[in-house]
C-alpha cells in the first residue's frame, strides 16, 4: 500500500527551540550560551550566592552583546551586586572591559564613553550600562532620563530582583506589593510592601520615544538574546529590562531561580514585551498559564499570604491575580503562540 | 600580615582563584535512568537509546540498538501490543511516543536496505531449538550472535509459528516475516522444516547438541462440549486460521460464521471469516464487551468492518442453520450467571476461540521436566528446565502470551544457555532508577502531537488481505521520534551548560555530554531543576 504518512514539517519538537542548544539544531539557531566559545563575560569564581539570577542574566545580556559587537564592548556597571561579587577590588571576574563609578550615574557614565568613542571615531565600540533595579529605577533615575532623553547610544541593561539586595534587601521602587523585606517588615498592620501605583521603568523609557525597550526573563534565553541582537542592531538609547530571582532576598530555594523566573512569566505578572520608538511591536503570548498562587507560594517574601490565620491575605492574593490579569488583557497574553500555532 | 596596601584584602587578578566549589553541600551528578518504556518492554529494547539515533536521522545506527535486543523489528513494529505506550512519560503530556511506528519504520527500512547481522566468532558449540516461533527464532539469533552452531527444527512446512499460523496476513504481512526471518538463516542459523522432535534427549544426543530451547508454543486448541446436530459444523480458530497458510486453498467456511470467544483470536478468525467472504460474522462472548480480553483497537477494528458482538451469551446448542443461546447476567460480583433465556442465533458454522493450550506430551517424557497444573512447562529464573542444558520460553512456559515475550524469552534463555555452555552465571546488571515523569522539566518541550498511520480503507479491507495499517514515511517517522522526551538520558540540549549561573559545566562535545567543574560548582541545584530529562542528580556533599 502506498505509504503516506500525514504531511508535517520535522521540527525539533523534543525541544523545540526552548532549552539552551541541541545537538540537532543547526548552529546558527542556537544560543551563544549553547556555544562552548561563548565569551563568558563573567568568569567562575565570582562571589554570587547559589544560584544568583542575577549573575545569570548578566552572563546571559553581555555574552549576547559581546557576540553583537564583535566583542568590541564597554561595560558600565553601577553598583549593587553584580558589581561587588564580581569585582571585589582589586579582583575581578569581568572578561570584558568594565568600568565602575557610583551607585546612580551608570547611565551618565556610559553616555560619557559613548561620546568618548564617537570623538575618537571608533563607531564599532559598543557601550552597554547596567545596573540593579534600586540603581536605576530609584536612584540612578534621573541620569537614565537623561540618556533617554539625549538618545545616547548605549544600551542600558537592569537586572530587576526587586528590592535593594546587596545591602541587606530593603524594598527599591520596583518592589512588589506585599513582599517582605528589611524596610518593608510584615506585621499585623502592615502586610510587607504597600500596593502603590507602582513604577514600571520599561513603559516610562518607552514615553521617551526611544529606538528600542524590552522585557526579558532568565527563564526564556532564546527570546533574552533575539532582544539583545535586536537592541544591538541599533543605534542611539536602548532599554532592557531583565527578571532576575535573587534567592536570598526572594527566600527561595536556589535551584529555583529559573522556574520562578518562568513562573513570574506564565502567570501574567511580568510580561514579555518589545518596544521601537514608543510602541508595542510585539509581546510574548503565555505558554502554560498559572496562578499568581503558584508563583508567590515558594517565596518566603510572601509567605505571610499563604498562612492559615492571615487576616488581608485573601483579598491581597485577589489584587495580585487582578494586576497578572490586567497585564494579561493590555498585553494579550493568552493568544496562541506561534509553537501552538503550528501544532493545532 | 599581609603586604597589601590600605584595606585591600585580595591580589590583582582573576576570580578564577577563589574556588567557591568548596561552597557546596550537594553536588550535581549525571546519570543515566531508565524510562518506562525501557521498563515495560517485554523484549528488553532499550527504546530511548535507539530513538535518540532514529532522532538525528541515523537509522542505521537506531536499528543496530534496536537489533541488540529484537531480531523481528519489522514484525515487532506491527504485532507488538506495544504496552511501552501505556508506560510512556510522554502520554501524560499529551500523547505517548507512537513507538512501534518507529520501530516499523526502522525494521522495513532494514530489509529495504538489505542490513544483515554478523554471526559471532564460533565457540564451537552446538544448540538445538524445538520451535522456529517467535521465541525459537529469537533465541537462535541471539545464540548464533553469541558465535554458536544453532539448528531449528520445525514441525511446521513453514517458519514463524503463530505469527504466520495464527496472526493474520493482513497485520503481518508473509513477504515481511520471510524478509526477518531470512536475515537470521543469512547467519548461519539451520532450519528443518517438517522435523517434529518427539524424544528431545534422544534428538539432543543424536545431533551431539550441547544445549536445547524448547520452544513449541500452545497450540491445542481448547474445546467445550457442545451438543450440535449433525448439519452444523464446529471447527476451532486456530485450525482455521492454520488452513489459511498451509491448505491448497482457504478453509470453506459458512455464509454465516458465529465465533464463540472473547480473545484476540476471536477477533481474528471473524474478520477473517468476513475477508473469505462471509456476509455475517457474529462473536458471542459470554462476559461484557469490557471484560473481553481482546485489546479494543482489534475489537474497534472489528466492528468498524462489520464484524457482529453479542456478549453475555453461552452457546448451548448447535442447531440447524442456528445456534441456542443462553443470555447471561452479571451478578452482585460482577460474575456472569445463567439467566435461563434463551434465544437462536442464525450461523451455519460454529469456530471456538477459547485458547490454547500447550502439547505437553514431548515434554513430559524428558526425566527431571515438571508441568504444571496448567499444562505450561516448569522452568526455574533463567528459564532452565529439570533435564540438564534443556530449556523451555515462549507460549509453553507461564507468561503472558505475546510475540515480544516470547522473543524477550528467547533473548534471556540465548544469555542463560551461552553461561551454561562456558560454565558460568549470568551477571545481571544493577537496574538504574527509573526515570519518572515528576523529574522530567516539560516546559522545555513544545507541543507536537502523535503521528498517525495511514489505515486501509474500508471496503479494500473487508474484501482482501492486505494490511490494514500504513507505515510512516521518514520525515514522519523522524517526527516521532523527536517526540521521545528522552526520559532520564541526556539528550545534549545544553541546559545544564547554558544555566549554571558560575560556569561551572564543562561541555564535552558532540556526544561527549558534559563534565561539573568541581572547582566552582557551588551547587545551587538549577542544572539539575532545569534539566528537561531528569538525568542530573543533586547528592549530598559528605562534610
Ligand atoms: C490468532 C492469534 C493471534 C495472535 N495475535 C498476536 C498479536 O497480534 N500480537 C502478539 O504479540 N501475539 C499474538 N498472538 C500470540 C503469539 O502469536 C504467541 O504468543 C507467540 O507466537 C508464541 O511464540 P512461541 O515461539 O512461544 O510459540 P509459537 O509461535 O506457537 O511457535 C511454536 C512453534 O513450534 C513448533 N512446534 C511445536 N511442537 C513442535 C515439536 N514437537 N517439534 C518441532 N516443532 C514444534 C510449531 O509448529 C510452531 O511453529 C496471537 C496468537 C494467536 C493464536
Ligand atoms: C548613593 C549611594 N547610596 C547607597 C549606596 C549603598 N548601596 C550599595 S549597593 C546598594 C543597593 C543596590 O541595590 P540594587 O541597585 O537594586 O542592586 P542589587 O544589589 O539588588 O543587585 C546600596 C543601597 C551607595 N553605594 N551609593
Ligand atoms: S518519552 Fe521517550 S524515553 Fe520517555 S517513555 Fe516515552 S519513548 Fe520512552
Ligand atoms: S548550576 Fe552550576 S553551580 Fe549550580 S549545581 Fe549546577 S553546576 Fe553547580
Ligand atoms: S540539561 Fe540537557 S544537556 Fe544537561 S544533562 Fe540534561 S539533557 Fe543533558
Known amino acids: 500500500m502506498p505509504q503516506t504518512g500525514p504531511s508535517q514539517t520535522v521540527k525539533f519538537y523534543q525541544t523545540g527551540t526552548l532549552t539552551v542548544g541541541n545537538r540537532l539544531l543547526d548552529p546558527a539557531s542556537r544560543t551563544v550560551q549553547s556555544s562552548e566559545s561563548r565569551s563568558n563575560a563573567i568568569t567562575c569564581g565570582h562571589r554570587a550566592c547559589q544560584g544568583c539570577g542575577e549573575a545569570l542574566g548578566a552572563r546571559y545580556a553581555v555574552d549576547a552583546a559581546m557576540r553583537a559587537a564583535n566583542s568590541q564592548l564597554v561595560c558600565v556597571n553601577a553598583t549593587g551586586c553584580l558589581e561587588v561579587f564580581t569585582t571585589p577590588y582589586p579582583e575581578t571576574s569581568w572578561q570584558v572591559p568594565w568600568l565602575h563609578s557610583l551607585f546612580g550615574n551608570a547611565a551618565a557614565v556610559a553616555a560619557g564613553v559613548a561620546a568618548a568613542m564617537r570623538v575618537k571615531g571608533r563607531q564599532e565600540v559598543r557601550v552597554l550600562a547596567q545596573g540593579g533595579d534600586g540603581g536605576t529605577t530609584d536612584i540612578g533615575f534621573g541620569c537614565l532620563s537623561g540618556m533617554f532623553e539625549r538618545n545616547d547610544d548605549v544600551l542600558y541593561v537592569c537586572y530587576d530582583n526587586q528590592a535593594y539586595m546587596n545591602t541587606g534587601v530593603q524594598r527599591s521602587s520596583a518592589t512588589p506589593p506585599t513582599a517582605r523585606t528589611a524596610t518593608t517588615p510584615v506585621a499585623e498592620d502592615a502586610p510587607g510592601n504597600v500596593f502603590g501605583t507602582g513604577k514600571n521603568v520599561p513603559l516610562i523609557a518607552m514615553a521617551h520615544n526611544i529606538p528600542y525597550v524590552a522585557t526579558a526573563s532568565v527563564a526564556d534565553l532564546h527570546d533574552l538574546e533575539a532582544k539583545v541582537n535586536r537592541a544591538m542592531s541599533l543605534r542611539g538609547a536602548r532599554y532592557l529590562h531583565v527578571l532576575v530571582p535573587c534567592p536570598l532576598g526572594w527566600g527561595s530555594a536556589s535551584h529555583d531561580t529559573i522556574r520562578l523566573a518562568r513562573l513570574a512569566v506564565e502567570c501574567g505578572l511580568f510580561p514579555l514585551f518589545e518596544a521601537e520608538h514608543g510602541e508595542i511591536t510585539a509581546t510574548k503570548p503565555i505558554r502554560r498559564r498559572v496562578p499568581v498562587e503558584e508563583y508567590l507560594r515558594p517565596q518566603r517574601r510572601f509567605a505571610h499570604l499563604f498562612r492559615p490565620d492571615a487576616p488581608h491575605a485573601g483579598e491581597a492574593l485577589a489584587r495580585i491575580q487582578a494586576m497578572a490579569d490586567a497585564n494579561i488583557r493590555r498585553f494579550d497574553l493568552l493568544r496562541m503562540s506561534d509553537d501552538r500555532k503550528e501544532t493545532a | ?543
Open chain 2, 1 to 543: 600580615m599581609s603586604n597589601h596596601p590600605f584595606a585591600i584584602t585580595l591580589d590583582v587578578g582573576s576570580s578564577l582563584d577563589n574556588l567557591t566549589g568548596s561552597w557546596r553541600t550537594a553536588k550535581p551528578v549525571y546519570g543515566d535512568r531508565l524510562p518506562p518504556c525501557n521498563k515495560q518492554c517485554p523484549a528488553g529494547e532499550n527504546i530511548q537509546g535507539w530513538l535518540y539515533h532514529a532522532e538525528s536521522g541515523d537509522y542505521r545506527k537506531a536499528w543496530e540498538v534496536l537489533m541488540q535486543d529484537n531480531p523481528l523489528p519489522a514484525i515487532m513494529g506491527r504485532a507488538c501490543y506495544h504496552t511501552c505506550e501505556s508506560a510512556c512519560n510522554r502520554g501524560q503530556l499529551d500523547q505517548p511516543v507512537s513507538i512501534h511506528a518507529v520501530e516499523r519504520f526502522l525494521g522495513d527500512l532494514a530489509i529495504r536496505e538489505g542490513w544483515q547481522v554478523k554471526a559471532g566468532a564460533p565457540t564451537g558449540k552446538r544448540v538445538l531449538v524445538i520451535g522456529a516461533g517467535p521465541s525459537g527464532l529469537s533465541a537462535a539469533y541471539h545464540l548464533a550472535r553469541l558465535g554458536h552452531a544453532v539448528t531449528i527444527a520445525e514441525a511446521g512446512p513453514k517458519v514463524g509459528g503463530m505469527m504466520r499460523f495464527g496472526i493474520p496476513s493482513y497485520r503481518v504481512p508473509r513477504d515481511v516475516l520471510d524478509a526477518e526471518v531470512g536475515r537470521i538463516t543469512a547467519m548461519g542459523v539451520e532450519i528443518l522444516l517438517n522435523t517434529r522432535i518427539a524424544d528431545i534427549p534422544q534428538a539432543m544426543a543424536d545431533g551431539s547438541y550441547d544445549a536445547c530451547f524448547a520452544a513449541i508454543g500452545a497450540h491445542l486448541a481448547r474445546r467445550v462440549d457442545i451438543p450440535a446436530v449433525a448439519a452444523g459444523r464446529v471447527l476451532d480458530a486456530v485450525s482455521v486460521l492454520r488452513g489459511m497458510e498451509c491448505g491448497d486453498e482457504p478453509p470453506q467456511l459458512g455464509r454465516r460464521v458465529v465465533v464463540y470467544g472473547g480473545g484476540n483470536t476471536a477477533i481474528d478468525v471473524a474478520r477473517t471469516a468476513k475477508r473469505l467472504g462471509a456476509e455475517e460474522a457474529t462473536i458471542v462472548y459470554r462476559r461484557t464487551r469490557e471484560m473481553m480480553p481482546a485489546h479494543d483497537f482489534e475489537v474497534e477494528e472489528a466492528l468498524e468492518e462489520g464484524v457482529v458482538l453479542n456478549w453475555l451469551r453461552t452457546i448451548t446448542a448447535v442447531e440447524d442453520g442456528a445456534m441456542l443461546v443462553e443470555k447471561m447476567a452479571l451478578d452482585e460480583k460482577g460474575w456472569p450467571q445463567p439467566t435461563g433465556d434463551y434465544e437462536s442465533i442464525a450461523g451455519d458454522t460454529l469456530i471456538l476461540a477459547l485458547g490454547q493450550e500447550v502439547d505437553t506430551t514431548v515434554i513430559e517424557r524428558v526425566p527431571g521436566v515438571e508441568v504444571n497444573r496448567d499444562g505450561t512447562v516448569k522452568v526455574g529464573e533463567n528459564l532452565q528446565t529439570g533435564y540438564p542444558g534443556l530449556f523451555c520460553g515462549g507460549d509453553m512456559v507461564p507468561s503472558d502470551r505475546t510475540v515480544t515475550v516470547a522473543v524477550g524469552h528467547g533473548k534471556k534463555a540465548a544469555r542463560h544457555i551461552d553461561a551454561y555452555l562456558r560454565g558460568m552465571e549470568v551477571e545481571t546488571p544493577t537496574k538504574h532508577p527509573d526515570a519518572v515523569f515528576e523529574r522530567l522539566n516539560s516546559w522545555y518541550y513544545t507541543d507536537a502531537p502523535q503521528s498517525v498511520q495511514p489505515t486501509l480503507d474500508l471496503l479494500r479491507r473487508s474484501t482482501s488481505f492486505d494490511e490494514v495499517h500504513g507505515g510512516l514515511d521518514e520525515e514522519t517517522a523522524q517526527f516521532e521520534a523527536r517526540r521521545c522526551l528522552s526520559c532520564g538520558n541526556c539528550f545534549e540540549c545544553d541546559n545544564c551548560f547554558g544555566v549554571c549561573p558560575d560556569n561551572a559545566i564543562i561541555k564535552l562535545g558532540p556526544g561527549q555530554r558534559f563534565q561539573i567543574n568541581d572547582d566552582f560548582c557551588k551547587g545551587c541545584g538549577i542544572c539539575a531543576a532545569e534539566c528537561p530529562c531528569g538525568a542530573i542528580d543533586m547528592v549530598p556533599e559528605e562534610v
